[in-house]
């Protein structure tokens, strides 16, 4: 290589390496501010990685997710720290936007797979860890680790679980503004964990977008869902319902117990049924999404004023799911569900419905006392749970060196 | 594991760090300024090891070549087994024998390509072929698969047995010439790997037996035989590398032995628990992911002009 030439190729590189450190938005007050005042599902839309809590529990969904669960094979507890911690290294670099390494001749195996072009913006993306109960066995020492309220997911008497798609040591939720955000981040947590990290299952979701109507979206049953979530603004209700706390091993508090559970929804059966029929089961107007006799989504049922359920049918499933009686109150979830659809079945149905995902302190309290109430309502005609698993979310990384999971290997 | 890449995205302004990003090191040598006298054995750093150059493969492909003949000749005395139970009308020690040649044929892998069309014959699938398995064309080891495990009949696998030990032994008179071009073969560390993945612990290959633990086996036998015969190259300019891809294999030899010290023997793969073959394949994809950076660091081609690994620099220099 002449000199000459490798002046110019040094010169380049270096404006090249300049103009990069600018773009990376974050250390630069005013693409800061920018990212700020971004509409929602703006590319620029940023979402920190870092807290007292793992971003993708409270923060706001974006349109589309992924749930992919992992098998931890590593040879070593030390090995597995590392995946972990590399884990969170990528969901803190994708998460922040950054200049992809596309490759250059004579490099081996191309750096980033390219999917989003030479630069990699944020998207909302978030990155969310978690474990499940098997990770906490006899292979890598955890067993004295265990969070306290983590099993493994039981079936429930309605389910029909598919082994194959449910369970997992490690899950991993990424939530972005658009598909190839999430696909590119995929791709790159599963590589940069090869070999310490084996997939097990992954499902997709996605959300209707938030321009079609006011309120909660509505799910593949044609009905507005969400609707009663607790109020994430209110720290003290997320503390009661949400973020663990002394009952827990120090490492644990300030994470949370994630539920997800495949839902398949029998939308060929339920499209035969009359919307009478359908909004009795609901509980809800199928148009506005109001409780049953009243006017706006976001009334209240009023059931003391409907004891013998003439106008919200005592086994309605939002009566069930949540009656809003005091006694009740302490068992609500923080829902932050996706809709999804893949193939077709043996016998030609579409499989689509409902990733349910919930967030609370205490499995049996909340989540488990919710699914007792609901078994046998008249909806388990229509729904079929095939999948998911119980995870706990440990708390955030506290810095830019710390790593999900961290305390657990102190 | 890839690490490391997160540290160079975020240290754009350091050119040294930027320089180390691609991995290997090796390759951005640049071919203006090899050293004057070999330095190889003064030096350990990699950058002042000369690139690799074609001639430094015949070698380990003569190697290589010498080992695939060394399994030829087992192999057709597995498959002459194989002829004899069939002609006896004795599935069960026919299925033996084709077990034992399948796994034999599977630790050779590493130069399906230059096998050309004797390959295809010898081990093709159905796929491709117009018809599937009933195409005339499909022939072989897996058309006897198919006869002596989906039907459970001698007397199907028999049209295919005779032409079988007919190829093997073309092949085994066309080892000691077949031309194996160096690129290829570098590639091979990963690929052999890669076909196990795609072709064997998907349940593609051997549907009927069931066999892809023993080609996962062989296979694993095969990547290591051309990684051993690339030893000297390699190790001279990534030693880390050698480590990282040794360590990588262990881990899959060991889970390996594992599934087969529980069951006596390694049993069919659609009888292999979820969470075993999530492991195994697990390794196997990890392995892979090491062995990937084999070419990077013994590319034989000459030096491609530098490039910023950042799509956006290059324009920006104009």
Not at chain 1, 372 to 398: H, I, M, N, Q, S
Not at chain 2, 65 to 79: F, H, N, W
Not at chain 2, 118 to 143: C, K, M, Q, Y
Request: glycine letters at 12%; charged letters at 25%; hydrophobic letters at 40%.
């Amino acid at each position: 290589m002449s000199l000459r030439r490798r002046e110019l190729l040094i010169g380049g590189v270096a404006a090249g390496a300049g103009a990069a450190i600018s773009r990376i938005a974050g250390v630069d007050p005013a693409a800061r501010a920018e990212a700020v005042t971004a509409v929602e599902g703006k590319l620029s839309e940023r979402v920190g990685f870092e807290g007292a809590h793992q971003a993708g529990i409270l923060t706001a969904r974006p349109r589309h997710a992924i749930f992919a669960s992992f098998d931890a094979i590593a040879a070593s507890p030390a090995e597995l720290a590392e995946g972990l911690r590399t884990l969170s290294e990528r969901g803190r670099l994708l998460s922040g936007g950054y200049d992809a390494l596309l490759g250059s001749p004579g490099e081996g195996p191309t750096p980033d797979s390219g999917v989003l072009g030479p630069v990699v913006s944020p998207d909302a993306l978030t990155v969310t860890i978690g474990f499940g109960a098997s990770l906490f066995d006899q292979r890598y020492g955890l067993a004295s680790h265990r969070p306290l309220g983590l099993r493994p997911m039981p079936a429930f008497p309605d389910d029909d679980l598919d082994q194959s798609e449910c369970h997992g040591d490690v899950i991993v939720q990424l939530c972005a503004n658009t598909e190839e955000t999430l696909l590119h981040a995929l791709r790159d947590v599963s590589r940069s964990t090869r070999g310490v990290l084996g997939p097990r299952w992954k499902i997709e979701g996605f959300l209707p977008s938030p321009t079609r109507e006011s309120g909660a979206g509505r799910n593949l049953l044609g009905f507005k869902d969400g609707t009663a979530n607790p109020d994430v603004e209110n720290e003290r209700t997320m503390r009661e319902l949400v973020w663990t706390g002394s009952e827990e091993p120090p490492w644990a508090r300030g994470g949370t117990y994630q539920v997800v559970r495949i839902i398949r929804n029998r939308v060929e059966f339920w499209d035969r049924v009359s919307r009478s029929e359908q909004e009795l089961m609901i509980g809800r107007d199928k148009a506005a999404g109001a409780p049953l006799g009243k006017d706006a989504e976001l009334d209240d049922p009023e059931y003391a004023q409907d004891p013998k359920g003439e106008r919200i049918p005592l086994d309605a499933h939002i009566r069930l799911a949540r009656p809003r009686t005091p006694d009740t109150e302490g068992s609500r979830i923080l829902r932050r569900g996706y809709n999804y659809s893949r193939g077709i079945d043996e016998a030609d149905q579409l499989d689509m419905g409902l990733v349910f995902v919930s967030f609370q302190r205490d499995l049996e309290r909340q989540f488990e006392a919710v699914q007792k109430r609901l078994a046998g309502e008249p909806l388990v005609d229509y729904v079929v749970p095939t999948g998911g698993g119980y995870f706990f979310l440990p708390p955030g990384a506290r810095d830019s060196q710390d790593w999900v999971g961290s305390g657990l290997f102190l | 594991m890839r690490v490391g890449l997160g540290a160079c995205a975020a240290a754009l302004a350091s050119l040294a760090l930027l320089a180390g990003c691609g991995g290997g090191g090796a390759a951005t040598t640049s071919a203006g300024s090899p050293p004057a006298q070999p330095l190889e054995d003064l030096v350990l750093l990699s950058g002042n090891i000369p690139r690799v150059r074609p001639a430094d493969y015949v070698r380990p492909t003569a190697e290589y070549r010498r080992y695939v003949l060394t399994q030829l000749g087992p192999m057709q005395r597995e498959v002459q087994r194989l002829r004899a139970a069939v002609a006896a009308g004795d599935l069960s020690a026919a299925r033996g024998a084709w077990l034992a040649a399948d796994e034999r044929y599977e630790s050779i892998g590493a130069a399906y390509g230059a096998f050309g069309d004797l390959d295809a014959s010898i081990n093709g699938g159905s796929g491709g072929l117009r018809g599937g398995v009933d195409s005339p064309e499909f022939t072989g080891l897996h058309r006897i698969e198919l006869a002596l495990w989906g039907r459970g009949s001698t007397a199907d696998a028999a049209p295919y047995v005779g032409p079988l030990a007919a190829d093997l032994a073309k092949l085994r008179r066309s080892v000691p010439t077949v031309e194996i071009e160096p690129l290829e073969y570098a590639l091979r560390s990963h690929e052999v790997l890669e076909g196990t993945l795609d072709l064997q612990l998907s349940g593609r290959e051997s549907p009927w037996s069931g066999s892809a633990l023993r080609a996962l086996r062989a296979n694993l036998k095969g990547t290591e035989v051309v990684l051993g015969t690339l030893h000297g190259l390699i190790t001279r300019r990534s030693p880390t590398l050698l480590q990282r891809i040794e360590r990588s294999l262990a881990a899959l030899r060991a889970s390996i032995s594992e599934v087969e010290a529980a069951g006596g023997s390694l049993p069919r793969w659609d009888r292999v628990p979820d969470r075993v073959q999530t492991r195994l394949a697990g390794l196997t994809a990890g392995a892979a992911e090491q062995l990937a950076y084999v070419p990077e660091v013994i590319d034989p081609r000459p030096p491609l002009p530098r490039k910023s690994s950042i799509g956006t620099v290059e324009a920006e220099a104009r």
